[in-house]
T-cell receptor, first 112, second 115 residues
Framework: KAGVTQTPRYLIKTRGQQVTLSCSPI?????VSWYQQTPGQGLQFLFE???????NKGNFPGRFSGRQFSNSRSEMNVSTLELGDSALYLC???????????FGPGTRLTVT | AQSVAQPEDQVNVAEGNPLTVKCTYS??????LFWYVQYPNRGLQFLLK??????LVKGSYGFEAEFNKSQTSFHLKKPSALVSDSALYFC?????????????FGDGTTLTVKP
């Protein structure tokens, strides 16, 4: 099976812009989670979608949003970018709650 | 609220020696527990998990972990470390009863195995 894919892999944006990141899960996986990884904060949970419904949300401002499509592909959007949003954004898919997560390679976002 | 603590930022061991990477957790319900590894320039990979049953779980690359409910711990172990085990290790927890889809990760422990 193909693994989790994320596009784009690298992105450079300017403060105030918005960005959309895409994630394609492993075939058959209905749960998709997003994480922000930074050297100082580790892995921070953004949100989790299951069958197009957001089941959980982390402690991030409303500028961070996401959605999941009927084919389980997911997107996350960050509006009004700030310098502090520079990070590696990881997507992970799984079969369900008790299942392990499979991570994509991440999107490296740099905000200047 | 659920949380995970990895008390050691760094663990150094000699090749061939046993290794332990510590993890303690806090959840209000019953936990699902996971270990992941991140090699340099590679993505996070699943190592092993505890859902229910035997407290000692075995995973990939010879790693194992022991679930201890009374101490709320889930330490990762390997009897004989390899230089290739050097990586960043993350412990993660999910609460089975609430926030079932939310995984909370520890801050990570860098394991360095010296020849």
């Amino acid at each position: 099976k193909a693994g989790v894919t994320q596009t784009p892999r690298y992105l450079i944006k300017t403060r105030g812009q918005q960005v959309t990141l895409s994630c394609s899960p492993i075939s058959g996986h209905r749960s998709v989670s997003w994480y922000q990884q930074t050297p100082g904060q580790g892995l921070q949970f953004l949100f989790e979608y299951f069958s197009e419904t957001q089941r959980n949300k982390g402690n991030f401002p409303g500028r961070f949003s996401g959605r999941q499509f009927s084919n389980s592909r997911s997107e996350m959007n960050v509006s009004t970018l700030e310098l502090g949003d520079s990070a590696l954004y990881l997507c992970a898919s799984s079969l369900g709650t008790g299942s392990e997560q499979y991570f994509g390679p991440g999107t490296r976002l740099t905000v200047t | 609220a659920q949380s995970v603590a990895q008390p050691e930022d760094q663990v150094n061991v000699a090749e061939g020696n046993p290794l332990t990477v510590k993890c303690t957790y806090s959840v209000s319900g019953n936990p699902y527990l996971f270990w992941y590894v991140q090699y340099p320039n590679r993505g996070l990979q699943f190592l092993l998990k505890y859902i229910t049953g035997d407290n000692l779980v075995k995973g990939s690359y010879g790693f194992e972990a022991e679930f201890n409910k009374s101490q709320t711990s889930f330490h990762l172990k390997k009897p004989s470390a390899l230089v290739s085990d050097s990586a960043l290790y993350f412990c993660a927890v999910r609460d089975m009863n609430t926030n079932a889809g939310k995984s909370t990760f520890g801050d990570g422990t860098t394991l360095t195995v010296k020849p």
